[in-house]
């Protein structure tokens, strides 16, 4: 509970940290993360962070679904390999094309 509050940049950091994960239910975390943050940490915790964290936290998540829909794409079903650095460009600007 300690780190609760730890900061990335401007925002709190567990919520983009378990973002990067692709085993968690963000919703859910986000839902216990508020919970955590009132019940032990009342009156300390700034909520324009916290929602400007969220919104990071999804942003992260939608971002990662675009990257691996993308990468099947490009390369057929989800394999773990390494790619090299044309590919890696090509996908940025495949995905940089689709905004």
Request: net charge negative; glycine share 4%; with cysteine.
């Amino acid at each position: 509970k300690e780190r609760l509050l730890d900061m990335r940049d401007d925002l709190y950091d567990w919520p983009l940290q378990l973002a990067e994960k692709d085993w968690v239910d963000i919703e859910l975390f986000l839902f216990r993360f508020e919970d955590a943050l009132i019940e032990h940490h009342p009156g300390e915790v700034d909520w324009g962070r916290f929602s400007r964290s969220r919104d990071e936290a999804r942003k992260i998540i939608i971002e990662e679904d675009q990257w691996n829909a993308m990468c099947e794409i490009m390369h057929g079903p989800k394999k773990f390999r390494f790619i090299s650095g044309k590919e890696m460009n090509d996908i940025k600007a495949a995905l940089n094309n689709r905004h």
